[in-house]
Protein backbone atom coordinates (compact mmCIF):
# COMPACT_ATOMS: atom_id res chain seq x y z
CA UNK A 1 0.00 0.00 0.00
CA UNK A 2 1.16 3.42 -1.15
CA UNK A 3 1.04 5.69 1.89
CA UNK A 4 0.19 9.27 0.44
CA UNK A 5 -0.02 12.99 2.27
CA UNK A 6 -1.79 16.03 0.68
CA UNK A 7 -0.86 19.90 1.45
CA UNK A 8 -3.05 22.32 -0.62
CA UNK A 9 -4.37 25.30 0.71
CA UNK A 10 -8.09 24.67 -1.17
CA UNK A 11 -10.30 22.10 0.50
CA UNK A 12 -12.16 21.29 -2.29
CA UNK A 13 -9.25 20.06 -4.40
CA UNK A 14 -7.53 18.47 -1.66
CA UNK A 15 -10.54 16.40 -0.87
CA UNK A 16 -11.01 15.58 -4.68
CA UNK A 17 -7.30 15.02 -5.33
CA UNK A 18 -7.93 12.53 -2.37
CA UNK A 19 -10.81 10.58 -3.65
CA UNK A 20 -8.91 10.75 -7.16
CA UNK A 21 -5.88 9.07 -5.50
CA UNK A 22 -7.66 6.46 -3.68
CA UNK A 23 -9.78 5.06 -7.13
CA UNK A 24 -6.12 3.92 -8.53
CA UNK A 25 -5.89 1.00 -6.11
CA UNK A 26 -3.20 -0.25 -3.56
CA UNK A 27 -3.27 3.90 -2.36
CA UNK A 28 -3.95 5.19 0.99
CA UNK A 29 -4.15 9.31 1.47
CA UNK A 30 -2.69 9.06 5.13
CA UNK A 31 -3.66 12.67 6.06
CA UNK A 32 -4.30 16.30 4.26
CA UNK A 33 -3.91 19.50 5.33
CA UNK A 34 -3.83 23.51 4.30
CA UNK A 35 -0.71 23.90 6.83
CA UNK A 36 2.85 22.67 5.68
CA UNK A 37 4.17 22.97 9.45
CA UNK A 38 1.14 20.57 10.50
CA UNK A 39 2.71 18.54 7.64
CA UNK A 40 6.30 18.68 9.26
CA UNK A 41 4.59 17.39 12.61
CA UNK A 42 2.53 14.63 10.74
CA UNK A 43 5.92 13.17 9.08
CA UNK A 44 7.96 13.25 12.55
CA UNK A 45 5.06 10.48 13.95
CA UNK A 46 4.31 8.69 10.58
CA UNK A 47 5.34 7.04 7.93
CA UNK A 48 4.80 8.53 4.41
CA UNK A 49 5.91 7.44 0.73
CA UNK A 50 5.13 10.19 -1.28
CA UNK A 51 3.71 13.97 -0.39
CA UNK A 52 1.87 15.80 -3.25
CA UNK A 53 2.56 19.60 -2.43
CA UNK A 54 1.22 22.76 -3.89
CA UNK A 55 3.41 25.77 -4.16
CA UNK A 56 1.23 28.47 -3.48
CA UNK A 57 -0.02 28.45 0.32
CA UNK A 58 -0.48 31.34 2.69
CA UNK A 59 1.47 30.09 5.86
CA UNK A 60 4.59 28.02 4.49
CA UNK A 61 4.51 27.99 1.23
CA UNK A 62 5.32 24.77 -1.09
CA UNK A 63 9.29 25.73 -1.74
CA UNK A 64 9.84 26.34 2.33
CA UNK A 65 8.18 23.09 2.78
CA UNK A 66 10.17 20.87 -0.08
CA UNK A 67 13.47 22.58 1.53
CA UNK A 68 12.78 20.86 4.89
CA UNK A 69 11.19 17.79 3.63
CA UNK A 70 14.58 17.45 1.76
CA UNK A 71 16.59 18.17 4.46
CA UNK A 72 14.97 15.93 7.33
CA UNK A 73 12.79 13.59 5.56
CA UNK A 74 15.05 11.99 2.69
CA UNK A 75 13.48 8.81 2.07
CA UNK A 76 9.94 10.82 1.10
CA UNK A 77 9.39 11.43 -2.32
CA UNK A 78 8.12 15.06 -3.47
CA UNK A 79 5.45 15.65 -6.24
CA UNK A 80 4.60 18.72 -6.76
CA UNK A 81 1.08 19.47 -7.97
CA UNK A 82 0.43 23.08 -8.75
CA UNK A 83 -0.80 25.89 -11.50
CA UNK A 84 2.16 27.50 -10.64
CA UNK A 85 3.82 26.22 -13.53
CA UNK A 86 6.50 29.33 -14.46
CA UNK A 87 9.76 28.01 -15.19
CA UNK A 88 11.40 30.08 -12.40
CA UNK A 89 9.08 28.27 -10.34
CA UNK A 90 10.23 24.46 -11.47
CA UNK A 91 13.69 25.50 -11.85
CA UNK A 92 13.73 26.12 -7.77
CA UNK A 93 11.68 22.87 -6.95
CA UNK A 94 14.25 21.05 -9.17
CA UNK A 95 17.00 22.70 -7.46
CA UNK A 96 15.01 21.90 -3.87
CA UNK A 97 15.46 18.53 -4.85
CA UNK A 98 11.75 17.67 -5.79
CA UNK A 99 10.98 14.13 -7.46
CA UNK A 100 8.54 15.68 -9.91
CA UNK A 101 6.05 18.19 -11.20
CA UNK A 102 2.44 17.85 -11.78
CA UNK A 103 0.07 20.73 -13.04
CA UNK A 104 -3.29 21.02 -11.34
CA UNK A 105 -4.98 20.91 -14.94
CA UNK A 106 -3.34 17.51 -16.22
CA UNK A 107 -5.88 14.51 -16.72
CA UNK A 108 -6.47 12.46 -13.85
CA UNK A 109 -5.00 9.05 -15.58
CA UNK A 110 -1.83 11.24 -16.32
CA UNK A 111 -1.51 11.49 -12.04
CA UNK A 112 -1.80 7.99 -11.97
CA UNK A 113 0.61 7.64 -14.39
CA UNK A 114 2.86 10.00 -11.85
CA UNK A 115 2.60 8.14 -8.74
CA UNK A 116 3.51 5.07 -10.70
CA UNK A 117 6.54 6.96 -11.98
CA UNK A 118 7.61 7.57 -8.76
CA UNK A 119 7.20 4.35 -6.79
CA UNK A 120 8.89 2.60 -9.68
CA UNK A 121 11.73 5.25 -10.67
CA UNK A 122 11.88 7.69 -8.14
CA UNK A 123 10.70 10.73 -10.46
CA UNK A 124 8.16 11.45 -12.98
CA UNK A 125 8.59 14.13 -16.22
CA UNK A 126 5.57 15.94 -17.28
CA UNK A 127 5.14 18.16 -20.03
CA UNK A 128 5.75 21.30 -18.05
CA UNK A 129 8.89 19.95 -16.83
CA UNK A 130 9.82 18.37 -20.25
CA UNK A 131 9.79 21.93 -21.74
CA UNK A 132 11.49 23.74 -19.29
CA UNK A 133 14.65 20.89 -19.21
CA UNK A 134 14.41 21.82 -23.38
CA UNK A 135 15.07 24.99 -22.39
CA UNK A 136 17.82 24.88 -20.58
CA UNK A 137 20.01 22.31 -22.43
CA UNK A 138 19.55 24.81 -25.44
CA UNK A 139 20.60 27.72 -23.31
CA UNK A 140 23.47 26.08 -21.99
CA UNK A 141 24.14 24.70 -25.35
CA UNK A 142 24.33 28.17 -26.98
CA UNK A 143 25.86 30.38 -23.86
CA UNK A 144 28.57 27.62 -21.89
CA UNK A 145 31.57 25.51 -22.76
CA UNK A 146 30.13 22.12 -23.43
CA UNK A 147 33.36 20.48 -21.68
CA UNK A 148 33.60 22.57 -18.76
CA UNK A 149 31.84 19.83 -16.73
CA UNK A 150 32.90 16.90 -18.42
CA UNK A 151 36.35 17.87 -17.76
CA UNK A 152 35.73 17.64 -13.66
CA UNK A 153 33.13 15.34 -13.68
CA UNK A 154 33.88 11.79 -15.15
CA UNK A 155 31.17 9.25 -16.16
CA UNK A 156 31.32 6.26 -17.78
CA UNK A 157 30.08 4.97 -20.62
CA UNK A 158 27.81 2.96 -18.99
CA UNK A 159 26.65 5.52 -16.76
CA UNK A 160 25.95 7.59 -19.61
CA UNK A 161 23.46 4.97 -20.93
CA UNK A 162 22.11 4.76 -17.72
CA UNK A 163 21.26 8.32 -17.67
CA UNK A 164 20.12 7.97 -21.17
CA UNK A 165 17.41 5.34 -21.03
CA UNK A 166 16.22 6.72 -17.35
CA UNK A 167 15.15 10.11 -19.29
CA UNK A 168 13.28 7.88 -21.91
CA UNK A 169 11.05 7.32 -18.30
CA UNK A 170 12.70 3.60 -18.31
CA UNK A 171 12.80 1.16 -14.92
CA UNK A 172 15.26 0.05 -13.69
CA UNK A 173 13.86 -3.37 -14.52
CA UNK A 174 13.51 -2.49 -18.12
CA UNK A 175 17.41 -1.18 -17.97
CA UNK A 176 18.65 -3.86 -16.73
CA UNK A 177 17.00 -5.53 -19.45
CA UNK A 178 18.04 -3.73 -22.06
CA UNK A 179 21.84 -3.67 -21.23
CA UNK A 180 21.68 -7.30 -20.10
CA UNK A 181 22.91 -7.09 -16.84
CA UNK A 182 20.79 -7.34 -12.90
CA UNK A 183 18.65 -4.81 -11.41
CA UNK A 184 21.26 -4.24 -8.80
CA UNK A 185 23.81 -3.09 -10.83
CA UNK A 186 21.95 -0.85 -12.59
CA UNK A 187 20.88 0.36 -9.06
CA UNK A 188 24.41 0.81 -7.93
CA UNK A 189 25.30 2.98 -11.19
CA UNK A 190 22.76 5.21 -10.09
CA UNK A 191 24.22 5.87 -6.84
CA UNK A 192 27.41 6.19 -7.83
CA UNK A 193 26.02 8.99 -10.31
CA UNK A 194 24.15 10.42 -8.01
CA UNK A 195 27.29 10.86 -6.17
CA UNK A 196 29.63 12.28 -8.61
CA UNK A 197 26.97 14.74 -9.88
CA UNK A 198 26.05 15.72 -5.99
CA UNK A 199 22.21 15.36 -6.94
CA UNK A 200 19.67 14.90 -3.79
CA UNK A 201 18.04 12.18 -6.64
CA UNK A 202 18.42 10.66 -9.26
CA UNK A 203 15.62 13.32 -11.32
CA UNK A 204 18.70 16.21 -10.62
CA UNK A 205 20.83 13.71 -12.03
CA UNK A 206 19.22 13.93 -15.29
CA UNK A 207 19.06 17.70 -15.43
CA UNK A 208 22.47 17.87 -14.86
CA UNK A 209 23.49 15.23 -17.33
CA UNK A 210 21.28 17.63 -19.62
CA UNK A 211 22.52 20.80 -18.80
CA UNK A 212 26.02 19.51 -19.08
CA UNK A 213 25.58 17.69 -22.56
CA UNK A 214 26.42 14.20 -21.16
CA UNK A 215 23.12 13.69 -22.52
CA UNK A 216 20.85 15.49 -24.86
CA UNK A 217 16.78 16.05 -25.24
CA UNK A 218 15.27 14.70 -28.96
Same mark, same amino acid.
Given at each position: ????????D?????K?L? =????? @???????????? !??K?????? %??????????LQ?????????C???????T?????????????????????????G?F??N????? =????????????????I???????E??????? @?????? @???????T?????I? %? =???L???????? %??? @?I????????????M????????? !????????NH????N
Amino acid at each position: MIKIAIVDDHQLFRKSLA =LTLIS @FGEIQVVFDTDD !GAKMLDFLR %EHTVDIVLIDLQMPRMDGFELCSEIRKNFTKIKVLIVSQLTTKEAIHKVMELGVNGFFTKNSPPEQ =LEQAIKSLVEKEYYFDIELSSVLREAYLWEKK @FRDENK @FQGQINLTRREIEIL %E =LSSLEMSSKEIA %EKL @FISVRTVETHRVHIMEKTKSKNFI !GCIVFAIKNHFISIN
